[in-house]
């Protein structure tokens, strides 16, 4: 929920307040319309919290290089998803991004190197239902020119450049190309090799979308878009299992 929703409801529930209550005693409205003021406020900025928190994000970074003794996983294309949710004023919207293909490499138990690739033309909508016409409009905006520019960069990428423990948290690093654009990322994330089946599963994360240059509705590009704008985080979670090759 933004600031300036929260602006809009609070000055029209004042409005409201003041000609329903016209006729009686100044104090009780006022003590009243504090009471209003309160609790629209704990709403609000308890809902702005919902969002993850956003992947620390630095300048692109030197590939991981597996070593001889590494042993290699191919990604399970059927198994692994990308999911995503996008904010605006009025809510939000949610879907998926398909996996195209990709490697992890272990080494004595661990993640040592990888990458993947991520098919820009599998984007869908889950939120709306199918046969609306409105969910083949969004995908079809998202995958614009506005957007991500599908029919120019149909395939993102993510390569590994360390892996390493943080309070108490495994934090995967990798260079994560959308568009034109290559950016380092850190997220929090599990890992369990079970024989020849590895499994990676991502924390909820955010990204800001305007770092890669997705400008449609951001406020990072645009001063004049009143509350019409879109949020730049764009939130993702990672779920990958591989097969060892």
């Not at 702005?48 to 042993?71: F, G, H, L, R, Y």
């Not at 449609?216 to 730049?232: C, E, M, P, R």
């Amino acid at each position: 929920m933004s600031l300036t929703f929260f602006y809009h409801t609070l000055n029209t529930v004042f409005h409201i307040f003041v000609f329903n209550n016209s006729n009686k005693k100044n104090t009780n409205m006022k003590s009243n319309f504090l009471n209003i003021f309160t609790l629209i406020t704990i709403i609000t900025f308890t809902s702005c919290d919902d969002k993850a928190k956003e992947a620390e994000t630095k300048k692109a970074a030197e590939a991981a290089v597996a070593e001889a003794m590494s042993v290699t996983y191919n990604v399970n294309t059927d198994d692994s998803t990308i999911e995503w949710k996008g904010f605006k004023p009025t809510g939000t919207h949610n879907g998926t991004i398909n996996i195209k293909e990709g490697i992890i490499n272990v080494n004595d138990g661990a993640i040592e190197s990888g990458k993947f690739a991520i098919d820009m033309t599998s984007i869908t909508v889950l939120d709306i239902p199918v046969e609306k016409e409105g969910n083949a409009k969004l995908v079809g905006h998202l995958s614009s020119a506005d957007f991500f520019d599908v029919e120019k960069y149909p395939v993102s990428k993510f390569q590994i450049t360390g892996i390493e423990t943080k309070d108490g948290k495994t934090m995967l690093s990798g260079n994560l190309t959308l568009k034109d654009a290559t950016n380092n990322i850190s997220i929090p994330v599990t890992t369990t090799v079970n024989g020849d089946k590895l499994t990676l599963t991502s924390e909820t994360f955010t990204i800001d979308r305007s770092k890669w240059n997705v400008e449609y509705g951001s406020k990072s590009f645009f001063d004049n878009l009143g509350d019409k704008f879109i949020n730049d985080d764009i939130e993702l979670k990672v779920t990958l299992t591989a097969n060892k090759a």
